[in-house]
Nanobody, 121 residues
Framework: QVQLVESGGGLVQPGGSLRLSCAAS????????RAWYRQTPGKQRELVAV???????RYLESVKGRFTISRDSGKDTVYLQMNSLKPEDTGVYYC???????????????WGQGTPVTVSS
């Protein structure tokens, strides 16, 4: 079972930057997608950014132009570069991998433990 370990969260002032990292242990299954979600109190967990194995990426509308998702395939690490941070970006950020158990039939999601991000002056 692949395990995900996030790091890089913390306290930052509005307008600042952070880079989140998610390191994955070796997986016996192919990875369909790698993503970052975030959750704030009283709200559902929302997709912030995702990149597929084919290299297609998608972003939450409110972070477009400010956040960038990327991966280092050699280390199997996915990053979320967050620039021009706003107080509304505050939340716990979770790494998510979607594994291909059986193509077209079964997929499985794996989650990290979360890393908190606080944007405040």
């Amino acid at each position: 079972q692949v395990q995900l370990v996030e790091s890089g969260g913390g306290l930052v002032q509005p307008g600042g930057s952070l880079r989140l990292s998610c390191a994955a242990s070796r997986s016996e299954f192919e990875i369909y997608s790698r993503a970052w979600y975030r959750q704030t109190p009283g709200k559902q967990r929302e997709l912030v950014a995702v990149v597929t194995a084919g290299g297609m990426s998608r972003y939450l509308e409110s972070v477009k132009g400010r956040f960038t998702i990327s991966r280092d395939s050699g280390k199997d690490t996915v990053y979320l570069q967050m620039n021009s941070l706003k107080p509304e970006d505050t939340g716990v950020y979770y790494c998510n991998y979607e594994l291909i158990i059986q193509p077209g039939v079964e997929y499985r999601e794996i989650w990290g433990q979360g890393t908190p991000v606080t944007v405040s002056s």
